[in-house]
């Protein structure tokens, strides 16, 4: 059974930093581009950035370039999301995303993606 588990978020202040993780268990996970994504109250489901299987390959949201920085450890089956200079408008439910086996390449389009976590909630007060 695939599962992955986000964890690193929570309530800081603006300007304030927080590294967001993302566990996976059941799936071969160096043979998979992975994703963040977010999602605030109100608002659609958006890309934050992707990285592909060997970490040779990032892309980003125009929104976090520059703060956001996405990152792997395949010896860990752990995806990673430094965020930096947080704003109150990257207040969201966070959620790691997994492409399907042997999809080594980034996508920034979430039905590219089979897996997903439950999320881990980001709150960023002004």
């Known amino acids: 059974q695939v599962q992955l588990v986000e964890s690193g978020g929570g309530l800081v202040q603006a300007g304030d930093s927080l590294r967001l993780s993302c566990a996976a268990s059941g799936l071969t996970f160096n043979s998979r581009a992975m994703g963040w994504f977010r999602q605030a109250p109100g608002k659609e489901q958006e890309f934050v950035a992707t990285i592909s299987s060997g970490s040779r390959t990032q892309s980003y949201a125009d929104s976090a370039k520059g703060r956001f920085t996405i990152s792997r450890d395949n010896a860990k089956n752990t995806v990673y999301l430094q965020m930096n200079s947080l704003k109150p408008e990257d207040t969201a439910i966070y959620y790691c995303?997994?492409?399907?086996?042997?999809?080594?390449?980034?996508?920034?389009?979430?039905?590219?993606?089979?897996?997903w976590g439950q999320g881990t909630q980001v709150t960023v007060s002004s």
């Open positions: 995303a997994a492409r399907s086996h042997g999809l080594l390449y980034t996508s920034r389009l979430p039905s590219q993606y089979d897996f």
